[in-house]
């Protein structure tokens, strides 16, 4: 132990010198099993992500880890499996976690995660089915990425089956993270009860000292989706003077359809409205957006 010490503390320094000198530590430091030359490796990440030398850090890397990162796993499986049987699952996390080194009780989150930011529906809805068999059933980040799966999948899964997932949510928990709000606010926004978001967003901004801009974006799509483009507009004045730079698309393209859906003597107006706040915060729409506003002009 005391050896594998002092080879990380000294990985640890090399790092800030120059090339040269963390070349002859990567050819030269006898790194022994697996599990020591990661330790190495995670010592020598603090220092040396953040500088030049990061090609040499990923070489080094690549000496200590035999296997892909479990979430690039967990991403190429959800690209092309449908659905898990319980002893599939079974099965597959007893390898992530023997291969992998993903800590027992971890699995069921980083697979749903990558679900939900693949939109696998039905893997994501077999691993579900699979963690409320097991005894201590889904966790909170479970059911908040599921919660974000299935409001992402209006195709496959009903808007009464994503509320019902939020009921399991909000009856089994009373406080929330800033990540799990933002999933909770991410689902919500895309059903009818969208309004029930805003006590969520109260409540972190007044622990944090700034609300994730996507709440902002989510938030502003839904008034417009929903016909409210008062609210729409103020949820993306504070996206855009507490975030700069932000994309906003989606809510642009809301407000759009939103204009087209309202009263055809306003129309004229609200476009203008859109047009002077894209103006006035020097927004950089995609052409997907100009295209609908050339559209609206020429329809």
């Known amino acids: ?6 080879r990380s503390v000294f990985a640890f320094k090399v790092l800030q010198l120059r090339s040269s000198a963390f070349k002859h530590l990567m050819d030269r430091t006898n790194l022994g099993d697996r599990e020591s030359g990661l330790r190495i490796s995670r010592h020598c990440c603090h220092s040396g992500a953040k500088t030049k030398r990061w090609r040499d850090l990923k070489a080094l890397g690549d000496k200590t880890r035999s296997k892909r990162p479990a979430y690039s796993w967990f991403s190429e499986i959800c690209s092309t499996e449908k659905a898990l049987s319980w002893a ?3 099965e597959l996390r007893n390898r992530v976690e023997r291969d992998w080194s993903v800590p027992r ?3 069921e989150s980083q697979a749903m995660l990558a679900c939900a ?11 579900m089915n699979w963690a409320q068999n097991n005894s201590r059933g ?3 980040v479970t059911l ?13 899964c009903p808007e009464e089956t994503v509320l019902e997932v939020y009921e399991q949510i909000r009856k089994r928990h009373s406080a929330f993270d800033v990540l799990t709000v933002t999933d909770i606010v991410h689902g919500l926004c895309r059903t009818s009860l969208w309004r029930e978001s805003l006590p969520y967003v109260q409540s972190i901004s007044v622990t944090c000292d700034r609300v994730p801009p996507v709440i902002y974006g989510d938030l502003a799509a839904a008034a417009f989706a929903h016909g409210d483009q008062q609210f729409g507009r103020t949820q993306l004045d504070h996206l855009v003077s507490h ?3 932000c994309n906003v698309d989606g809510s642009l393209l809301k407000w759009l359809h939103s204009i087209r859906m309202g009263d055809e003597s306003e129309q004229e107006q609200m476009v203008h409205r859109l047009l002077c706040f ?7 729409v995609s052409r997907t957006v100009a295209e609908e506003i050339k559209n609206w002009f020429e329809g």
């Open 138 to 140: 889904p966790n909170l």
């Open 105 to 107: 009780g971890n699995f």
């Open 243 to 245: 975030h700069s730079n």
């Open 1 to 6: 132990m005391a050896t594998l010490y002092c």
């Open 144 to 156: 908040a990425k599921y919660f974000r799966l299935c409001s992402d999948c209006p195709d496959e």
């Open 117 to 127: 930011e693949l939109r696998n529906y039905p893997l994501g809805r077999s691993l």
């Open 278 to 284: 894209v103006r006035d915060n020097a927004t950089l």
């Open 88 to 90: 599939e699952w079974d």
